[in-house]
């Protein structure tokens, strides 16, 4: 079945202590990107990936980083995070095509909550 | 540069009476444009997608919506609402050099029996 799968689904954490979430997908698609999703402002970007080793900054990076070693995985780093990065956060994956990118493939969600 | 406006945070209507959820874009490009339905505690589903062939786009479960870029609008609508379509509506335009997804702040669809 073709999906994009987050881990953890829920998360609740302490201020200052790492924590990766993970994302996979098994589309092979080229484009990758993360979201945050919070009441009242939808969801924005927080960085992209247009392939392998090829990222760039979004609407909201500061705090976060990523990384695209591989094609199907696109983790979200918070090194040190701080309550304001309490969110539902999005991964999403989309397929190139010659006019652009199609429509994107999101994960579950990861309810994070920084205490 | 592109953006979105949801023309409403909250819309509310009765069971098996038509839904319209509106939608103004932005953008310097040809742009994507998409809706997405968010249910409770789910992720974000696909319902169509606009991508310069028919104007009229028809989506999964009874939505359609029109591309008009005259008004550079692109509502989204139903002729008749099911208590299974409350949810939260996503409104989306992609474009640009790095194809970015620019989503509006969204719209609450209440569905009353």
């Known amino acids: 079945e073709a999906q994009v799968t987050q881990n953890p689904r829920y998360l609740i954490t302490v201020t200052g202590k790492k924590l990766t979430v993970t994302c996979s997908q098994n589309?092979?698609?080229?484009?990758m990107s993360w979201y945050r999703q919070d009441p009242g402002l939808g969801l924005r970007q927080i960085y992209y990936s247009m392939n392998v080793e090829v990222t760039d900054k979004g609407d909201v990076p500061e705090g976060y980083k990523v990384s695209r070693k591989e094609k199907r995985n696109f983790p979200l780093i918070l090194e040190s995070p701080s309550p304001n990065q309490t969110s539902l956060y999005f991964c999403?994956?989309?397929?190139?095509?010659?006019?652009?990118?199609?429509?994107?493939?999101f994960g579950q969600g990861t309810r994070l909550t920084v205490v | 540069a592109q953006s979105v406006t949801q023309l409403d945070s909250h819309v509310s209507v009765s069971e098996g009476t038509p839904v319209l959820l509106r939608c103004n874009y932005s953008?310097?490009?040809?742009?994507?444009l998409f809706w997405y339905v968010q249910h409770p505690n789910k992720g974000l589903q696909l319902l169509l997608k606009?991508?310069?062939?028919?104007?009229l786009v028809k989506g999964i479960n009874g939505f359609e919506a029109e591309f008009k870029k005259s008004e550079t609008s692109f509502h989204l609508t139903k002729p008749s609402a099911h208590m299974s379509d409350a949810a939260e509506y996503f409104c989306?335009?992609?474009?640009?050099?790095?194809?970015?997804?620019?989503f509006g702040k969204g719209t609450l669809l209440t569905v009353n029996p």
């Open positions: 953008s310097s490009y040809s742009p994507s």
């Open positions: 606009y991508t310069s062939a028919a104007t």
């Open positions: 999403a994956s989309s397929l190139s095509s010659r006019r652009g990118y199609t429509e994107a493939f």
């Open positions: 989306v335009v992609s474009g640009g050099s790095n194809y970015k997804l620019t």
């Open positions: 589309m092979n698609h080229e484009y």
